[in-house]
């Protein structure tokens, strides 16, 4: 079914009325009308499904027939503190990463990052609409939030249950023994932080202090090959949503 922002939490049996962009979408550009339904996200992680009532050029007026949580929600919140890369970049991660189930992006200088200064309310903004919109492709009723850092060490590391650092010079300790190790002892619904390095990668002194900021820290290795930046995010992700969420 066919589903649409809304920036209202609404309960069943709750009539609305919905305006905008969207309402001229289902009006003039899908022609739906009175009993179409559809389902409405406002970003929180619910669904309500809804009943067109009436349509006029740029409202829909409908009553909601029910809430539910979306199942496309991955049960454990995993947030991706991505050293800055270029823009064009840093979009495409974002896109990827919430198709495949992240819950939050946090953009980072560091130290070996090209790129300076992401970290203006407009950019802000269109990550975050990017954000809002790959959701709503993908399925998701969860908006992830594209949040800014100013360092490393801004970055709140230490209320994660576990914290994942792709480092491409370890040598000992893969993401696969890492995860086999910790899985057991992760909480219900953890939440979870991948770093990931800028182009030119981690300074050492970088991955000592993301080893200090969490007890539950580890350095891990993705392979014997060197990825790209954007590409090391979403092979990870992918490789814990697979572990954790099935
Ligand atoms: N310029 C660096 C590579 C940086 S790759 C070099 O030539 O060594 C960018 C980031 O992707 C890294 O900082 C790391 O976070 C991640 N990454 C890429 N390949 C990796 C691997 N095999 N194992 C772990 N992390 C990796």
Same mark, same amino acid.
């Given at each position: 079914?066919?589903?649409?922002? *809304?920036?209202?939490?609404?309960?069943?049996?709750?009539?609305?009325?919905?305006?905008?962009?969207?309402?001229r979408h289902i009006v003039s550009v899908?022609?739906?009308? !009175?009993?179409?339904?559809? *389902?409405?996200?406002? =970003?929180? =992680?619910?669904?309500?499904?809804?009943?067109?009532?009436?349509?006029?050029?740029?409202?829909?007026?409908?009553?909601? *027939?029910? $809430?539910?949580?979306?199942?496309?929600?991955?049960?454990?919140?995993?947030? #991706?503190?991505?050293? &800055?890369? +270029?823009?064009?970049?840093?979009?495409?991660?974002?896109?990827?990463? $919430?198709?495949?189930?992240? /819950?939050?992006?946090?953009? $980072?200088?560091?130290?070996?990052?090209?790129?300076?200064?992401?970290?203006?309310?407009?950019?802000?903004?269109?990550?975050?609409?990017?954000?809002?919109?790959?959701? +709503?492709?993908?399925?998701?009723? /969860?908006?992830?939030?594209?949040?800014?850092?100013?360092?490393?060490?801004?970055?709140?590391?230490?209320?994660?249950?576990?914290? &994942?650092?792709? /480092?491409?010079?370890?040598?000992?300790?893969?993401?696969?023994?890492?995860?086999?190790?910790? +899985? !057991?002892?992760?909480?219900? =619904?953890?939440?979870? !932080? *991948?770093?990931?390095?800028?182009?030119?990668?981690?300074?050492?002194?970088?991955?000592?202090?993301? #080893? =200090?900021?969490? +007890?539950?820290?580890?350095?891990?290795? &993705?392979?014997?090959?060197?990825?790209?930046?954007?590409?090391?995010?979403?092979?990870?992700?992918?490789?814990?949503? /697979?572990?954790?969420?099935?």
């Open positions: 079914m066919r589903r649409f922002f *809304i920036d209202k939490s609404l309960k069943e049996g709750d009539r609305a009325i919905l305006g905008g962009d969207e309402a899908l022609r739906m009308g !009175a009993g179409d339904e559809l *389902i409405l996200i406002n =970003g929180s =992680g619910e669904e309500m499904s809804a009943r067109i009532e009436s349509v006029s050029k740029d409202e829909v007026s409908f009553t909601v *027939i029910g $809430v539910s949580s979306c199942a496309a929600e991955p049960k454990n919140r995993v947030t #991706l503190f991505q050293g &800055l890369p +270029k823009s064009d970049k840093l979009e495409f991660i974002i896109q990827k990463c $919430v198709e495949l189930g992240i /819950y939050a992006v946090c953009p $980072v200088q560091m130290k070996r990052s090209v790129v300076k200064g992401e970290r203006n309310a407009a950019k802000l903004e269109r990550y975050n609409r990017i954000a809002a919109e790959a959701a +709503k492709q993908c399925g998701r009723a /969860y908006a992830p939030r594209v949040f800014s850092a100013p360092s490393l060490e801004g970055c709140a590391l230490s209320e994660f249950d576990l914290v &994942l650092i792709a /480092y491409e010079d370890e040598g000992e300790k893969s993401l696969k023994s890492v995860l086999t190790a910790q +899985k !057991a002892a992760l909480p219900e =619904g953890a939440d979870i !932080a *991948i770093v990931i390095g800028p182009e030119g990668g981690f300074e050492p002194s970088e991955v000592e202090h993301l #080893l =200090g900021a969490n +007890k539950n820290a580890h350095s891990v290795s &993705l392979g014997t090959r060197i990825l790209r930046t954007e590409t090391a995010g979403m092979a990870l992700l992918a490789m814990l949503m /697979y572990e954790l969420e099935g």
